[in-house]
């Protein structure tokens, strides 16, 4: 089970940091991952990626230089720091665990609930 906090709402160019607490201890091969969804059933937009075991990390290029994923393996937690937000960021922000090292969202098992991000202008 994933389970995210930390979102709310923000001006433009304010910062948030979202948290993923995983129930369970993440296998080394475990991809974690981060989507947004701006509009309820569109698809889910990759955000930031990063490999259990080895720290490995991927951005979306609409948030690279401005997000930061990382991990905490001995609290089973994954974080998003986000600076600079813009209103187009605003979107219901989930985190999600896979196998593959891909910004597909179906290829992802387990998703968590989800957290609201919301950025004023």
């Known amino acids: 089970q994933l389970v995210e906090s930390g979102g709310g709402s923000v001006q433009d160019g304010g910062s948030l940091r979202l948290s993923c607490i995983s129930s369970?201890?993440?296998?080394?091969?475990?991809?974690m991952a981060w989507f947004r969804q701006k509009t309820p059933g569109k698809e889910r937009e990759f955000v930031a990626?990063?490999?259990?075991?080895?720290?490995?990390?991927l951005y979306a290029d609409s948030v690279k230089g401005r997000f930061t994923i990382s991990k905490d393996n001995a609290e089973r937690t994954m974080y998003l720091q986000m600076y600079s937000l813009k209103p187009e960021d605003t979107a219901v922000y989930y985190c999600?665990?896979?196998?593959?090292?891909?910004?597909?969202?179906?290829?992802?098992?387990?998703w968590g609930q989800g957290t609201q991000v919301t950025v004023a202008s």
């Open positions: 999600a665990v896979g196998s593959q090292y891909t910004s597909n969202p179906s290829e992802y098992r387990h």
């Open positions: 369970g201890r993440p296998f080394s091969s475990s991809v």
């Open positions: 990626l990063i490999r259990w075991h080895s720290g490995t990390t």
